[in-house]
């Protein structure tokens, strides 16, 4: 378990932690005195003072310092040094006793909470993650027989529902709580229903467990007196359609943002209603499936009644629209309605296997687009999205990350096919605010590379391409004179401004192969940056 603390001091050189502490608090050790443990020493400084020493401290030191006395050790968990524990669970048994002493000492009185829980073995052991693992064990049972169910799979599910039950159990009772946010990658699972089903059934077969998880989650929010930050994403089967309803009106009234993302909701049920989202008046910031965005909901968020709405993200899932349907997506009028009431909107767009067709549906040329994050393991996205973006949202698009999973590394789909222009290159043409482009898993021919690099300049802070996109044609190959990986490396680090070279390890970026968790990171970051 990683415990991450807010507002750490930077590290510098100087004095042991404590000591440099104890310097700052004003607390010069007297000739002669003991570190503790005698009559005059630090176990015998008052509480608050120790406290407040704790308080220049980072994190592990802290915990390090807390270890010279018992009496340091009680003021470890005063209510003033934990406001916000940020936490990274590996589903693992090794973590539960850690997190229900954490919770313990923490849970009935810290302010912001952000819980992550990581499946970081899956049983696939494949670059597709669990998505892949599943999709395997479908594809081997083409005959219509269930898939065999795995081992690791059912403790995986057994032992994330325990450590869910823990954290919302800790903090049930906890009206000091601002912002929550709960993060759950095991959920992949969902992609494919049925089996995922298959192993709940299998690890809570009466569905005592889920009940309790979801009563705990609407306790927390009936109890709450303060709350104005609440995200779940991707988490198995812990928000409802009720869910909200236990939230009172003033919570509501003043709830500044609300992210409820791919939850485990079938057919045709959505987790709000444009009717609900009537109370979120206060609401600056919101994340939603992209089916469940309705026009109606884009009318009630631009009613002069409801503050100004600053940032949007919509997930756009295959499955989602799969059983829901896109009939009931804003139109421009409404996107057009929404921007005059929200004048410093801006969105951010995750597609998960979406067809290129129903894309360019989705894309309304009033969207104020400023992120968008593709990722395909089976449809791939056409040049003609591509250039419809770049032509749309030259004044808004910031980020563009084109993700590819595929398997056969033989060939990659290349935009540029059968066009004048690279719909890449168009791109960093024509959208001058461009800072990040990431693309794997299509092709991105050499010479389109460095152009782009020397038509963004050093405004392009990142470019990241796989070493495996990158082609080169004919003529750079053969010419004898001239290397041209090296020719490529220096001429986009020449059009940068920085050195450059491409990533030649893909499992080293969360964004290639952990897309899920970089959208919800970055979501949370685009969300906070109002």
């Not at 690791?152 to 000091?176: A, H, I, Q």
């Not at 989705?362 to 992120?371: A, Y």
Request: aromatic residues 8%.
């Amino acid at each position: 378990m990683l415990l991450f603390l807010s507002q750490e001091p930077e590290a510098r050189p100087g004095p042991p932690p404590v000591a440099a502490a104890a310097a700052a608090a004003g607390l010069g050790p007297a000739p002669g005195m003991s570190v503790c443990g005698e009559a005059v020493g630090a176990g015998s400084l008052p509480s608050e003072l120790v406290v407040h020493i704790f308080s220049f401290l980072a994190g592990p030191d802290r915990l390090r310092a807390s270890a010279a006395c018992s009496h340091w050790r009680e003021c470890l968990f005063y209510p003033a040094l934990w406001p916000r524990l940020r936490l990274s669970l590996r589903v693992s048994p090794a973590e539960r006793p850690r997190l229900e002493f954490l919770m313990r000492k923490c849970g009935w009185f810290v302010r912001e909470l952000r819980v992550q829980f990581a499946a970081d073995n899956y049983p696939s052991g494949g670059g597709g993650g669990a998505a892949a693992a599943v999709g395997e064990g479908a594809a081997a049972t083409g005959d219509g027989e269930a898939p065999p169910l795995c081992p690791r799979w059912l403790d995986l599910l057994r032992t994330y529902l325990e450590l869910v039950l823990c954290v919302l159990s800790s903090v049930r009772n906890n009206r000091n709580l601002q912002k929550l946010s709960l993060f759950g990658d095991i959920s992949i699972l969902q992609q494919h229903g049925s089996i995922s089903n298959t192993y709940l059934s299998k690890v809570d077969p009466d569905g005592k467990k889920i009940k309790q998880i979801q009563q705990l989650f609407e306790e927390i929010l009936g109890n709450s007196r303060q709350l104005k930050w609440l995200s779940c994403g991707f988490m198995l089967q812990i928000v409802t359609p009720t869910s909200l309803s236990s939230l009172s009106n003033p919570i509501a009234n003043t709830m500044e943002h609300l992210s409820l993302l791919d939850n485990h909701i079938p057919g045709n049920t959505t987790l709000i209603t444009a009717v609900e989202l009537e109370r979120f008046v206060s609401l600056r910031s919101l994340a939603l499936d992209f089916c469940d965005f309705t026009a109606e909901m884009a009318r009630v968020l631009a009613d002069s009644n409801h503050v100004p709405l600053h940032r949007l993200s919509l997930l756009v899932h295959s499955v989602s629209i799969m059983h829901k349907s896109l009939d009931s997506m804003p139109e421009d009028e409404n996107w057009k309605a929404l921007t005059r009431n929200s004048t410093n909107l801006r969105v951010y767009i995750m597609a998960f296997d979406v067809k290129s067709d129903d894309m360019l549906r989705i894309l309304k040329p009033s969207i104020p687009l400023e992120r968008i994050h593709f990722d395909s393991y089976v449809t791939c996205v056409s040049g003609a999205v591509v250039d419809l973006i770049s032509r749309q949202y030259d004044k808004f698009l910031t980020h563009f990350i084109l993700m590819n999973d595929v398997i056969d590394m033989s060939g990659f789909p290349d935009l540029s096919d059968n066009r004048n222009e690279d719909p890449l290159v168009l791109l960093a043409w024509r959208c001058t605010r461009l800072s990040l482009l990431a693309v794997h898993g299509y092709t991105v021919w050499a010479h389109n590379l460095i152009a782009i690099a020397r038509l963004r300049g050093s405004d392009l802070k990142v470019l990241e391409v796989t070493e495996e996109s990158i082609d080169f044609d004919q003529g750079e190959l053969a010419d004898q004179d001239v290397d041209p990986v090296h020719n490529l490396i220096e001429q986009v680090s020449l059009g940068l401004g920085r050195p450059w070279h491409a990533v030649m390890d893909i499992e080293l970026l969360s964004v290639f192969t952990e897309p899920t968790r970089h959208f919800y990171r970055e979501m949370q970051s685009f969300s906070e940056g109002i």
